[in-house]
């Protein structure tokens, strides 16, 4: 049976969620303007398995229509669950809305969910947004090691030279993906710091450490 936008309509208005559910991933397979249009029902939907499926949805079909986007994925970081939350925060790092960025500072610091807080701060280095600076740095000192590796990562990727003293300690973390995105976050930022603690790593134990520290010295 072919996927019409009828179709895909009649499983989302159904009461039985394996349906729904069966209705998102149909969607895939229609005009993403379509689907954007569709999909905007599922987001609200009474169960957390539809909402989070719609809302990860986001992150693609939001390009159809950002405004309307930006107004859908604000409403969901504020959704009881925290996966929607989660899914909400990389769906607005994808589209790189740092209109939202008030809104996920919030959250990181009222919320206790770390899958949302890692979320969050994934999304602000995916957004390069300038004022995410001290929130990252806060990131940066959690108790949770997924989340200090990715904040090391987001704070490279925003180019702000003042993050190379707070990410330097972090080359001697026992962790070698830690020393890793040490080595890829410092190649971005430069400087004489920088560069000494690459010349470090360059002859790290781990040689995907030392790779990425020497390749990051022979483009500098």
Do not use: C
Not at 10 to 23: K, T, W
Request: proline content about 5%; aromatic content about 4%; cysteine-free.
């Amino acid at each position: 049976m072919s996927i019409t936008p009828e179709s895909v309509q009649q499983l989302l208005s159904s009461q039985d969620l394996g349906d729904r559910l069966q209705a998102l991933n149909k969607m895939r397979q229609l005009e993403p303007a379509t689907a954007f249009e569709l999909i905007q029902g599922a987001i609200v939907d009474k169960n957390v398995r539809v909402r989070y499926a719609a809302v990860s949805q986001m992150a693609t079909l939001g390009e159809q229509n950002l405004p309307q986007a930006l107004e859908v994925l604000r409403a969901s970081l504020k959704d009881p669950e925290p996966d929607v939350q989660a899914a909400a925060a990389d769906a607005l790092g994808a589209l790189k809305l740092t209109a939202a960025f008030e809104e996920l500072e919030q959250l990181y610091h009222s919320t206790s969910e770390w899958l949302v807080q890692l979320s969050i701060v994934a999304a602000l280095g995916d957004m390069g947004e300038p004022r995410a600076f001290e929130l990252l740095e806060v990131a940066l000192q959690s108790s949770n090691e997924l989340i200090q590796t990715i904040a090391i990562s987001a704070l490279g990727e925003l180019g702000d030279s003042r993050a190379v003293p707070a990410i330097v300690p972090y080359a001697s973390n026992p962790d070698w993906q830690v020393r890793y995105r040490v080595a890829q976050a410092l190649a971005r930022l430069g400087g004489p710091e920088a560069e000494a603690t690459l010349k470090t790593l360059a002859n790290d134990e781990v040689q995907q450490v030392a790779q990425e520290a020497k390749a990051a010295q022979n483009t500098h």
